[in-house]
């Protein structure tokens, strides 16, 4: 082998792997499947810190960020949400905006399901009156716990009602 060759071989695998070492990684994915209609996403820009926990100002500005990713949702429809086996390791919830929608950590599931007249039905906290919503933004938290204090990543999804 001459030595150009040998200098191009060389060059060609340090390019590689300078090229390697600047990829991000991928986040776990979660998906919303409402009918035959489905979107799959990776967590928000800077909401997933790679199985550490998120700083609590991180994931307060990560449940407010606005979603990349929206769903039609017709009156009655069956949301399904399913999640990657990394994510459902840690054990994972779903969040309605910033309430919680549900009561438990889903840990070692990849799927849940839940109804959407639940979902754009909205109580309002010091009235205790429920209204209807247009649409809503569904936040799916990497979470060790229910308090948000052992947050890992977010996902999220804009639901919209349809007719």
Known sequence: MSIRRAATTIG??????????????????????????????????????????????????CLTAAPKHHLTVGLGDQVRIGVDPKLAKKGWLLANGTQLVTQELLKNQTYWTLDSDTLF????????????????????????DLTGRKTYGIWKIKLVRGK
Request: with cysteine.
């Open 121 to 144: 039905t909205v109580q309002d906290q010091q009235t205790g009156q429920s209204t209807q919503v247009k649409e809503v933004t569904l936040n799916i938290v990497e979470s060790g």
């Open 12 to 61: 060609a695998v340090s390019l590689g792997l300078v090229a390697l070492t600047a990829c991000d990684k991928p986040t776990p994915l979660a998906t919303v499947t409402v009918g035959t209609r489905s979107v799959t996403a990776e967590a928000v820009d800077k909401c997933y810190a790679h199985g550490k926990l998120l700083p609590q100002t991180i994931f307060e500005a």
